[in-house]
């Protein structure tokens, strides 16, 4: 089955502690996102990369970290920095052309203990 | 700014009825535009895309969205919903490698 796995479907955070998120694709797709989901504030930008060993800021980066060593994988960190992680996380991917839609995982819930 | 803007946050219809979602986009971002459905709990789906040519757009699921460059408008239209209809409606602007997507729209369908 092509598409995009995200793990866990539910996590939860005690204070202090740093916690990843997994995103794994079969897709072939150069690009990567992830994005915060909060009600009735829509997508928020985290991170992006757009080939393997490299990735940029979205609009809310603070408190997050990620890594690309492989084009298939892309997991996002939620670190102690980030004062209020409780949030819907999504992961994307996208082929090559501007023109093209992106394609989402099924997403990672988030709670704080 | 580049922005998407969904001037309904909610809407609710009857079941049957007619539905229109309203999407208008600034005119510096691409005109490479989609509309995306999620469901509770899960990630978006794709409802359909407009690239370039016909303006109007045919999704899956009996949707379609009319393109007007002079409006900046790329509004999702349903003729008769079903209560499965019920979910959160997304628009969105591609860029380069960013997109940029508007606040939602909850359609509710009501028995």
């Known amino acids: 089955d092509g598409g995009i796995t995200q793990s866990p479907k539910y996590l939860f955070r005690k204070e202090g502690q740093n916690v990843t998120l997994s995103c794994e694709q079969n897709l072939n797709h150069d690009a990567m996102y992830w994005y915060r989901q909060d009600p009735g504030q829509g997508l928020r930008l985290i991170y992006y990369?757009?080939?393997?060993?490299?990735?940029q800021k979205g609009d809310i980066a603070e408190g997050y970290s990620v890594s690309r060593e492989k084009k298939e994988s892309f997991p996002l960190t939620v670190t102690s920095a980030q004062k209020n992680p409780t949030a819907f996380y999504l992961c994307?991917?996208?082929?090559?052309?501007?023109?093209?839609?992106?394609?989402f995982g099924d997403g990672t819930r988030l709670s704080i203990l | 700014a580049q922005s998407v803007t969904q001037l309904d946050s909610q809407v609710p219809v009857f079941e049957e009825a007619p539905v229109e979602l309203r999407c208008n986009y600034s005119s510096s971002v691409s005109v490479y535009l989609f509309w995306y459905v999620q469901y509770p709990n899960q990630g978006l789906q794709l409802l359909l895309k407009?690239?370039?040519?016909?303006?109007l757009v045919k999704g899956i699921n009996g949707f379609e969205a009319e393109f007007n460059k002079s409006q900046t408008s790329f509004h999702l239209r349903k003729p008769s919903v079903h209560i499965s209809d019920t979910a959160e409606y997304f628009c969105?602007?591609?860029?380069?490698?960013?997109?940029?997507f508007g606040t939602g729209t909850r359609l509710k369908v009501l028995a």
């Open positions: 990369s757009q080939i393997v060993n490299d990735f």
């Open positions: 994307a991917t996208k082929g090559g052309a501007s023109n093209q839609p992106q394609h």
């Open positions: 407009y690239l370039s040519g016909s303006t």
């Open positions: 969105a602007a591609s860029g380069t490698y960013k997109y940029i």
